[in-house]
C-alpha cells in the first residue's frame, strides 16, 4: 500500500503570493488532516477534511484554506503569505481515529 | 484546553543504554495517544498507538505505556543504538476538533 505523498517537497515564495499544497491519502483512507510546523516546534493543527467536508479547524486564519476531492486527495492554500507562513507543512491522513494518523514527509515553504 | 508537555527538550545518551522519554498532557478525556519519530527536516513516523482503553504498546525495541488518569504517557527504548537518533514527539488525540496535539518533542541522540 502507498503511504501518504506530498507536493512539492520545497517551495520558496515571495511574501504577498499565493501557494497551493497537495496531499494523496494512503489508500482506503477518508480523513485528511493539515499541519504547520515551525522550526523547533510540535505541529499545530490548521484543519481537517472526512469525505470532502471541513470537520475540524485550528487556530488559522481564513487565508489558509482547503479542499478534499472525491479520490480523498487534498489542497492546502494559502493566501497573501507572510514571513511567518515559512514552515514545514504536514499531511496526514486516516480511516478510522482509531488506527491513528499516517503523515507525509511535509512541503518546506520558506517565504521571503 | 489540551497541553502536551515534553521534558526535557534534548537528551544524550551512549549507545546501549535502556531510556525512557516522557509525555504529559493536561486533559485525560483523549481517545488515544501517538507516538512518532521524525528525522531532521523529515515528515512524521508512527511508532506506537495506544488507545484510552490500553495501558501500553510494544514494538520491538520500543514500549509505550498510558496512564490516562494521571496524564502521562512514557515511552521506553532498549539498547539504544546510534540510529535512534532523531525527535520523538507524542501527540493525544481528542474529539473535540478531531485533531492531534502534540508536545515539542524530545531530540535524542545516540553517541556510539
Known amino acids: 500500500e502507498t503511504g501518504v505523498t506530498q507536493s512539492p517537497t520545497h517551495l520558496i515564495k515571495t511574501r504577498g503570493q499565493q501557494v497551493t499544497l497537495r496531499c494523496s491519502s494512503q489508500?482506503?483512507?477518508?480523513?485528511v488532516s493539515w499541519y504547520q510546523q515551525a522550526l523547533g516546534q510540535g505541529p499545530q493543527f490548521i484543519f481537517q477534511?472526512?469525505?470532502?467536508?471541513?470537520?475540524g479547524r485550528g487556530n488559522f486564519p481564513p487565508r489558509f484554506s482547503g479542499l478534499q476531492f472525491p479520490n480523498y486527495s487534498s489542497e492546502l492554500n494559502v493566501n497573501a503569505l507572510e514571513l511567518d507562513d515559512s514552515a514545514l507543512y504536514l499531511c496526514?491522513?486516516?480511516?478510522?481515529?482509531?488506527?491513528?494518523?499516517?503523515f507525509g514527509s511535509g512541503t518546506r515553504l520558506t517565504v521571503v | 484546553k489540551q497541553e502536551v508537555t515534553q521534558i526535557p527538550a534534548a537528551l544524550s545518551v551512549p549507545e546501549g543504554e535502556n531510556l525512557v522519554l516522557n509525555c504529559s498532557f493536561t486533559?485525560?478525556?483523549?481517545?488515544?495517544l501517538q507516538w512518532f519519530r521524525q528525522d531532521p527536516g523529515k515528515g512524521l513516523t508512527s511508532l506506537l498507538l495506544?488507545?484510552?482503553?490500553?495501558r501500553e504498546q510494544t514494538s520491538g525495541r520500543l514500549n509505550a505505556s498510558l496512564d490516562k488518569s494521571s496524564g502521562r504517557s512514557t515511552l521506553y527504548i532498549a539498547a539504544s543504538q546510534p540510529g535512534d537518533s532523531a525527535t520523538y514527539l507524542c501527540a493525544v488525540f481528542t474529539g473535540a476538533n478531531s485533531k492531534l496535539t502534540f508536545g515539542k518533542g524530545i531530540t535524542l541522540s545516540v553517541r556510539p
Open positions: 486533559d485525560s478525556a483523549i481517545y488515544n
Open positions: 495506544i488507545q484510552s482503553s490500553q
Open positions: 489508500s482506503g483512507h477518508n480523513t
Open positions: 496526514a491522513s486516516s480511516f478510522w481515529i482509531y488506527y491513528g494518523y499516517t
Open positions: 477534511y472526512y469525505r470532502e467536508e471541513e470537520n
